[in-house]
């Protein structure tokens, strides 16, 4: 949730989120607060019930599992901020371009129309790679960046053409300050879309069900084991 997030990763990419609070100083909390109402329009009126996030880079991947707790254990609510039973939120995927494009952007493509791809890039990649590509009757070097970019329009205007949601977020750079930016950004928007859903998006009561659960079993399988009454 937004008061608890944990974030790993095995290099030193994620170091210097110091950055944080000063990335957004050509955006407007309002402008962000828009942003989100389009959303919460789509979430009742396409019941919206899962979104996808696919960053194009595997340098991102993991980006994609920090969204996905922030969105799941943020908006993932049971009752409203009056008690009230609401079941809100939906049900967030974490997947990578290209490489889940074979495996998921079929049912993206073809499925239910109740989903949200949510797609990430970056414009200039530190390092790019140059790789032959023959296409039909023309074969030449092509960028790895190039590559990705097509990938992604691609799976943008075949979504569109099935008049299917997406949308587009643009890193300039992969850098930690720019990382920090985009982090910025979603934690804005999910705290804006919790109030508009009349929902608290900064506890996560429901993770603590199965740990009292965990916890009890293994107690017991202690208990047992060593012969120890209850």
């Not at 019941?47 to 920090?66: I, N, T």
């Not at 079941?87 to 997947?95: E, K, S």
């Not at 996560?204 to 965990?214: H, S």
Request: proline content about 3%; aromatic content about 10%.
């Amino acid at each position: 949730s937004l008061s608890s997030q944990s974030f790993e990763e095995g290099d030193d990419f994620f170091e210097g989120l110091e950055f944080i609070a000063a990335v957004f100083y050509r955006r407007t909390h309002e402008t962000i607060a828009w942003a989100r109402v389009d959303e919460v329009i789509a979430v009742e009126q396409v019941l919206l019930v899962a979104e996808v996030v696919m960053p194009y880079g595997d340098k991102l991947r993991s980006f994609g599992w920090w969204y996905a707790q922030l969105l799941g254990e943020s908006l993932g609510k049971k009752y409203d901020l009056q008690g009230k039973i609401v079941y809100n939120g939906r049900t967030p995927v974490a997947a990578v371009g290209t490489t889940d494009m074979h495996s998921l952007t079929q049912e993206h493509q073809q499925g239910k129309k109740n989903k949200l791809i949510q797609f990430i890039s970056v414009q200039h990649l530190p390092a790019d790679l140059t790789v032959l590509c023959d296409e039909k009757d023309a074969s030449g070097p092509v960028p790895m960046s190039r590559m990705l970019a097509a990938a992604r329009r691609a799976n943008e205007e075949a979504l569109a053409s099935e008049e299917r949601m997406s949308c587009h977020i643009a890193m300039k750079e992969l850098t930690p300050y720019h990382v920090g930016a985009l982090m910025y950004f979603f934690f804005l928007t999910i705290a804006y879309e919790g109030a508009l859903a009349n929902v608290n998006a900064f506890d996560q009561p429901g993770v603590e069900d199965y740990k009292k659960i965990l916890h009890e079993d293994l107690r017991e399988y202690i208990l047992g084991r060593n012969g120890v009454e209850e």
